[in-house]
């Protein structure tokens, strides 16, 4: 006998995450009020996005008709091209590391759970466990003047 919503528990059903449809509701609404809207997108291995914009794994992007070009909102992912110092550039990444989607102008919009896996290093994503060292510190050439 199936439960209140006429739905039969016994049958194995998949049904789809929220999260993409939030996403472009979000987008929607921030284009029918004239707001920016911007993302913010968790970076590791499975995204192409410009890694010199990249901070503490993460990068927020301007999703603005204005800012980029063939946006496509998906079930799985989302991809556009945008220019970056004035270079083209195609974006693409899983909407399960999109980590929020906001208003540039308010900041309202909502935030997501994201997975962060174990085996992503912390820091910038974009540089070698060599790089992310820091440099060896120098004794300061300044004086001190009483």
Same mark, same amino acid.
């Given at each position: 006998?199936?439960?209140?919503?006429?739905?039969?528990?016994? $049958?194995?059903?998949? =049904? @789809?995450?929220? $999260?993409?449809?939030? =996403?472009?509701?979000?987008?929607?609404?921030?284009?029918?009020?004239?707001?920016t809207p911007y993302i913010s997108i968790f970076v590791d291995q499975n995204v192409q996005v410009p890694f010199e914009f990249v901070k503490n794994n993460e990068i927020v992007l301007n999703l603005a008709p204005s800012a980029c070009k063939d946006l496509e909102l998906g079930n799985e992912y989302i991809s556009f091209k945008a220019r970056f110092s004035g270079v083209a550039r195609d974006i693409m990444f899983p909407v399960t590391h999109v980590m929020a989607i906001y208003s540039k102008e308010n900041s309202q919009g909502m935030s997501f759970p994201v997975n962060i896996p174990t085996d992503?290093?912390?820091?910038?994503?974009? $540089?070698?466990?060599?790089? @992310? $060292?820091?440099?060896?510190?120098t004794k300061s050439h300044l004086k001190l003047v009483k």
């Amino acid at each position: 006998m199936g439960n209140f919503f006429g739905s039969d528990s016994s $049958k194995k059903e998949t =049904i @789809q995450s929220t $999260k993409p449809y939030l =996403i472009r509701a979000l987008f929607d609404w921030c284009v029918d009020n004239s707001y920016t809207p911007y993302i913010s997108i968790f970076v590791d291995q499975n995204v192409q996005v410009p890694f010199e914009f990249v901070k503490n794994n993460e990068i927020v992007l301007n999703l603005a008709p204005s800012a980029c070009k063939d946006l496509e909102l998906g079930n799985e992912y989302i991809s556009f091209k945008a220019r970056f110092s004035g270079v083209a550039r195609d974006i693409m990444f899983p909407v399960t590391h999109v980590m929020a989607i906001y208003s540039k102008e308010n900041s309202q919009g909502m935030s997501f759970p994201v997975n962060i896996p174990t085996d992503t290093p912390p820091g910038n994503s974009n $540089k070698s466990s060599s790089e @992310q $060292k820091e440099a060896p510190k120098t004794k300061s050439h300044l004086k001190l003047v009483k």
